[in-house]
């Protein structure tokens, strides 16, 4: 039932599930209250009408695991990394054992220079739980690297359900409109930040604009 469940999640996504997925579908459901964040540290909050409208955050230097997916549909990128990086936390690495799930998986975008769309090209990347930032377990997966990611200032806005491109494309319009002209971001490169999984309807995501060195 788990399976068939995640089955139609990934149809939604024009994403077909291979049989394989079932053990690390179950080992996620299993481990699913079992979340540690990705350390940060927040520097600011701006609200408006009561609200936190965005907040600046200071990420530190981390290990990451990251797989670049180019398909046709921003969904199917992202779907068919995760299913990579989900064997990997399960089962697929060197220590053979489950890692555990840290929060948020973090997709990176670029638009197009016309900025209308987004190029086909999207990094996901898995956070290290703390005990294996020393030492991280090798994936048996040749197309997933780990990668030491330097330190990111980020100013970040939440938003809540389907991360397609049509829903970024509208959230980054939106915070720009927010924002005002700046110069201290960058243009071109956003992260999308998931915190649930794909199959939870009005899930939790977040815009990230990247800070200027």
């Given at each position: ?68 997916m180019g398909e046709p549909m921003y969904e199917q ?29 973090l997709n990176e975008i670029h638009l197009t220079k ?100």
């Amino acid at each position: 039932r788990l399976f068939a469940h995640w089955e139609a999640v990934a149809s939604t996504h024009r994403v077909s599930l291979p049989r394989d997925m079932a053990g690390p579908i179950a080992q996620m459901a299993r481990h699913r209250h079992a979340r540690e964040p990705v350390p940060y540290v927040s520097l600011s909050q701006h609200g408006k009408c009561e609200e936190a409208a965005y907040e600046e955050r200071r990420y530190p230097a981390g290990k990451w695991a990251c797989v670049t997916m180019g398909e046709p549909m921003y969904e199917q990128s992202i779907s068919m990394s995760f299913m990579k990086l989900m064997r990997y936390i399960c089962k697929e690495n060197s220590v053979g054992c489950h890692l555990g799930m840290t929060v948020p998986v973090l997709n990176e975008i670029h638009l197009t220079k016309e900025g209308t769309e987004l190029e086909r090209e999207v990094l996901t990347a898995y956070y290290l739980p703390g005990e294996f930032q020393q030492n991280p377990p090798v994936p048996m997966d040749p197309d997933i690297h780990i990668t030491e990611r330097a330190p990111l200032r980020v100013i970040t806005r939440v938003f809540y359900g389907m991360t397609t491109e049509e829903t970024i494309l509208r959230e980054i319009s939106l915070f720009w409109e927010l924002l005002g002209p700046t110069d201290t971001v960058l243009r071109g490169t956003y992260i999308v930040a998931s915190y649930e999984n794909p199959s939870v309807p009005q899930r939790r995501n977040e815009i990230w604009f990247i800070c200027q060195a």
